[in-house]
Nanobody, 129 residues
Framework: QVQLVESGGGSVQSGGSLRLSCAAS????????MGWFRQAPGKEREGVAD???????SYADSVKGRFTISQDNAKNTLYLQMNSLKPEDTAMYYC???????????????????????WGQGTQVTVSS
């Protein structure tokens, strides 16, 4: 059973930085997707960034150039470095694990929450103006 535990959330002022971590255990897939998602009160959960087992990454337009997703395979840990934070980044942040989906001749990761089967408990990020 996959277990994911997030940490690193907190309160910062606009323009500040935070690094989220997600400790993962219990999965042995050679091909996988890891993603960061966020959900603000009254809004749907949205994909922020994802990374596959080969290290390929993708980002939502709203965070491109400010957030960086990475993974340390030796530590089984996923990271999200968040710079130049804005009040609209305020949300509960979740890490999730899934498997690639077949699309147009290959297998890819997508930032669709429905494609991720294991989730952490979340860590709160609050950005004040």
């Amino acid at each position: 059973q996959v277990q994911l535990v997030e940490s690193g959330g907190g309160s910062v002022q606009s323009g500040g930085s935070l690094r989220l971590s997600c400790a993962a255990s219990g999965y042995t897939y050679s091909s996988y997707c890891m993603g960061w998602f966020r959900q603000a009160p009254g809004k749907e959960r949205e994909g922020v960034a994802d990374i596959d087992s080969d290290g390929s990454t993708s980002y939502a337009d709203s965070v491109k150039g400010r957030f960086t997703i990475s993974q340390d395979n030796a530590k089984n840990t996923l990271y999200l470095q968040m710079n130049s934070l804005k009040p609209e980044d305020t949300a509960m942040y979740y890490c999730a694990q899934g498997v690639p989906a077949y699309y147009s001749g290959g297998y890819y990761c997508f930032r669709n929450p429905a494609m991720y089967s294991s989730w952490g408990q979340g860590t709160q990020v609050t950005v004040s103006s």
